[in-house]
């Protein structure tokens, strides 16, 4: 396990993009498969995409797709969550979550570092 630092959330309009970071509080020297949940007021916590340990392959939930793009810079041991078009139903708090087991998980409980969450507000 580590835990795992989000920074980038914000207050923005409908229509906008913010971009947030995700990356290790401490050294490590392992890389992990990495992803985005979501969780909204009242709601569960819900898949948003994850990413590959070479960032060759991506996975979105069906709601972000062609919005939001995941990516990775391993060099800087950092994952990244570019959110465009940004509606009113995004908004939740973003928590970034990472595990070492071989294959895509798209399942909360499956992961076992996560970070403290950023909160995303968009505005209608």
């Known amino acids: 396990q580590v835990r795992l630092v989000e920074s980038g959330g914000g207050l923005v309009q409908a229509g906008g993009s913010l971009r947030l970071s995700c990356a290790p509080a401490g050294p490590t020297s392992e890389i992990y498969r990495m992803a985005w949940f979501r969780q909204a007021p009242g709601k569960e916590r819900e898949f948003v995409a994850a990413?590959?340990?070479?960032?060759?392959?991506?996975y979105y939930a069906d709601s972000v797709k062609g919005r939001f793009t995941i990516s990775r810079d391993n060099g800087k041991n950092t994952v990244y969550l570019q959110m465009n078009s940004l509606k009113f139903e995004d908004t939740a708090v973003y928590f970034c979550a990472g595990h070492l087991q071989i294959g895509v998980r798209y399942k909360a409980d499956e992961y076992d570092s996560w970070g403290q969450g950023t909160q995303v507000t968009v505005s209608s």
């Open positions: 990413i590959s340990w070479s960032g060759g392959s991506t």
